[in-house]
């Protein structure tokens, strides 16, 4: 065998130890994305279980098979990664078994070259013939060492056929397990595919059944508008009270306020959520209705949609500065101060804290409220002084 195709096969053989780690981080990323997407699946499920209790078709259902459908999608998408990926390295495995199937082949024609040569040099009689009809005794060392690399040629021969065989066994096993696990993945994006189907038939049924009880659905939305106006009071009564107190405005903090105000800034999008499950059911600022696209709700915060008595915590660490009640939806309400920011808890039907209490981050502070329709949802915003901010850049990606 020549040394420049030795040099590619063993160069192969190195890469074939060094693809399957790069490979391997790829998939554990695909594979960890797909365990969130499932956490996500089980943690909607729970809930709409819940919201299917009820007789009467509501929104909460709606919201919950929405994020339902979104889930389920996502997970198919995850598993068309999987299978791209999957694809790729089958790709490569076969171009990588038909390289080996080659080296071998050349590696078995070179080694019978050599045994071929062997045989022609003869016995050890016209070995040692060869060796002493030298004409010098430096031509005698030179065929010396000459029968002694070869010798050692056709050893090393035959330990890099044994290697490539080994290593072409090895892939092929690969390639058989790589197509049964794209087997697999194909039979649950059918699966998937097919529950997708079942959950947008329900939701066109349910969107039907809610869009035929317009009166209440209205009546429901208008009541909503009215809960929405007097948490926003609260609130604004609550910021312009604090910014005066005292005299003070909020640019005069001490110092251990300002460090407050600073650390919970620098836990942007790292916060902990209000609760352990849910998932976000309606969005800061102007939305849609899910029924009537033509009515717009106003939201400044976000509505996060969990199960039933859920426990709600701070998502930092601050002082509990208002508990109240308001009448309608919004039930308890707890405002907490980090500094110049204050986060907002509502809907909640029961409050573990009292006005003036420091709290820690994932304190609990109440448990959420679970309305008439079997929503569990709670109201979260977060403030800096008396500017509303989107509580979605806060809080850790889920």
Known sequence: MNASS????????????????????????????????????????????????????????LTALQQQLMSRKSLVGSINKEIQFLNAQIGQNGVVIESLESDLESLKKEYASMIYTAYRSGNALNRLTFIFSSGTFNQ?????KYMEQY????????????QVRNQLMEERSNLQSQRNEKQKLL???????????????????????LRSREKELKQEIDARKKDVGRLENL?????????????KEFKDLSVDVKNLSANFAKNKNRLPWPVSQGFISEHFGINAHPVYKTVSRKNDGVNIQTTANAEVK??????????AVIPGDMKNVVIIQHGEYFTVYARLKEVAVKKGQ????????????????GVSEVQFQVWKNAQKLNPEDWLAKK
Request: glycine share 4%; proline share 1%.
């Open 6 to 61: 030795k040099i590619v096969i063993l160069v192969s053989l190195q890469m074939l130890w060094i693809l399957p780690g790069l490979l391997a981080q790829n998939r554990t990323q695909l594979e960890n994305e797909k365990r969130e997407i499932l956490k996500k699946i089980q943690e909607t499920e729970k809930i709409l279980s819940q919201t299917e209790k009820q007789t009467q078709a509501g929104m909460g259902q």
């Open 140 to 144: 005698l060392i030179l065929r010396i």
């Open 151 to 162: 010798s050692l040629a056709r050893k090393n021969q035959v330990e890099l056929i044994n």
């Open 187 to 209: 039979d649950d994006q059918l699966a998937e595919s097919q529950k997708i189907q079942s959950l947008q038939q329900q939701q066109n049924d349910l969107i039907a059944k």
């Open 235 to 247: 609130i604004s009564q609550f910021l312009a009270a604090e910014m005066k107190k005292d005299g």
């Open 314 to 323: 701070s998502v930092f660490a601050g002082e509990v500065k208002m508990v």
């Open 358 to 373: 420091q709290v820690n981050a994932d304190q609990v502070i109440g448990k959420v409220n679970t309305d008439n329709q």
